[in-house]
């Protein structure tokens, strides 16, 4: 049985604040500007700068899953790294999308060589991430992420899987700590690739292992 490598897609395999910034701006005279890790409170209005309320938010991402994920291009060396990794990996990506927007983010990943099965998620990757182990004969596992609060909740809920922490976009590398819940903290794919086949040359996945980067 192989080990299961379980992606998140936005700063992890796709570009994100970039094209999102692009699509708010080009479509809804909105203007991003990342203070910090969130885009809650970092949505203003080009017109008077006032922040939008958070409760836009929901409807300015499903606008952008639904009109703009076009404008996404892969991490660097994202796609190449996974296609060396499927000899030693089953991959799935698990993403925190709505259901709807499921079949633009298989067709998006498929057009740039990726061509895995995609889940959809809300809230805490945790308990999603344990269906899929069970669905997959609880094998091995690796998950990676940008977001540290998914990195406590699978550590929390699937103690033994591998935890790294991603986060593909330079500009953003700075405004997020490495996540503490995580193994290892590593933000481009050559490194990754590098680091994920010698756990498996190792077998430091078979008995839940970490190795510290």
Known sequence: MKPLLICDCDEVLMTFAGPFAEHLDEMHGLELKLESFAL???????????????????????????????????????????????ADFDIVILTNIEDEYRDGRREQLRRHGMTYEVFCNSGPKGPALSRLLADHGRPPAVFVDDLPPHHQSVSEVEPQVHRIHMVADPTLRSLIPAAKAAHARIDDWPSASTYLSRLVAEKTLADGGAVRR
């Open 40 to 86: 809650a409170g970092n949505i203003r209005r080009k017109s008077d700068g006032e922040p939008v309320p958070q409760s836009a938010l929901r409807g300015l991402l499903g606008d952008f899953f639904s009109r703009g994920m076009h404008r996404q291009v892969p991490a660097p060396g994202a796609p190449e790294a996974l296609a060396s990794l499927k």
